[in-house]
């Protein structure tokens, strides 16, 4: 009997019922994980501790469906095509001043408590005002010169979404 059950789950009998089952299982696959859970993998160090490079992780698209990005998201940021993709921190949106003194942020003159950083750092950026439709991101690993780090503002545009976990 156990026999039978096998080789019925391992060896089905090929219906058209059944090629059509095959064939929608696909297709959803294909749509979810092409538009929707974009699969990515972490490699860098600039979201430490919070995201460990060589972790794998999927990048939720319909997170700003209805909304737009908001300090502290946490948002995939797309480079070149989807293939490459930044993973930053979201730290003020259209209108707001930022800046960095010793290390510290400062949005519109206040600074701002951020537990998730990693390794303080000497940074010191004079103050910009983040431009219409824009974002300001940065990682959350500031232990590195700012010269070798990515962040800055970005269009909303180029926000992908956010990672799944």
């Not at 960095?100 to 004079?126: C, H, I, M, Q, T």
């Amino acid at each position: 009997m156990t026999g039978d059950l096998i080789n019925k789950f391992f060896f089905p009998k090929i219906t058209r019922h059944y090629l059509l089952r095959v064939v929608l299982v696909a297709l959803v696959t294909f749509i979810i994980f092409k538009y929707v859970l974009i699969p990515f993998r972490i490699q860098g160090e600039s979201m430490a501790p919070t995201y460990v490079t060589g972790s794998f992780n999927f990048c939720f698209t319909m997170r700003y469906l209805f909304s737009e990005p908001a300090p502290p998201d946490i948002v995939t940021v797309r480079m070149a095509g989807r293939k490459i993709m930044l993973l930053k921190r979201v730290v003020a949106t259209e209108g707001q001043s930022v800046e960095f003194r010793e290390g510290d942020l400062f949005v519109d003159g206040k600074k701002v408590d951020e537990p998730y950083v990693s390794g303080k750092s000497k940074w010191n950026l004079a103050p910009a005002v983040v431009k219409p439709g824009h974002v300001y991101v940065v990682g959350d690993n500031r232990s590195m010169p700012a010269e070798s780090h990515v962040f800055g503002q970005t269009p909303v545009e180029r926000i992908v979404g956010v990672p799944l976990w």
